[in-house]
């Protein structure tokens, strides 16, 4: 597996279709909304996250 740090909008959207790649079968997955998520991994939405950067692992 390669770890991919996301920081630019190629990245973002690879690290957006992974839970659409792992639960494409599954018929009762509901996609999250797209910006809920990008709120919660910002720094504005979680202060505590100030550390942490999402990764994209192929």
């Excluded at 997955?29 to 991994?41: K, N």
Aim: charge should be positive; glycine fraction near 4%; avoid cysteine.
């Amino acid at each position: 597996m390669e770890v991919i740090p996301v920081t630019d909008k190629k990245t973002v959207d690879a690290f957006h279709k992974v839970p659409e790649k792992i639960y494409k079968n599954d018929s009762n997955w509901i996609p999250s909304l797209r910006m809920m998520i990008e709120t919660l991994l910002t720094r504005k939405g979680m202060p505590v996250l100030k550390q942490v950067m999402p990764v994209v692992g192929y």
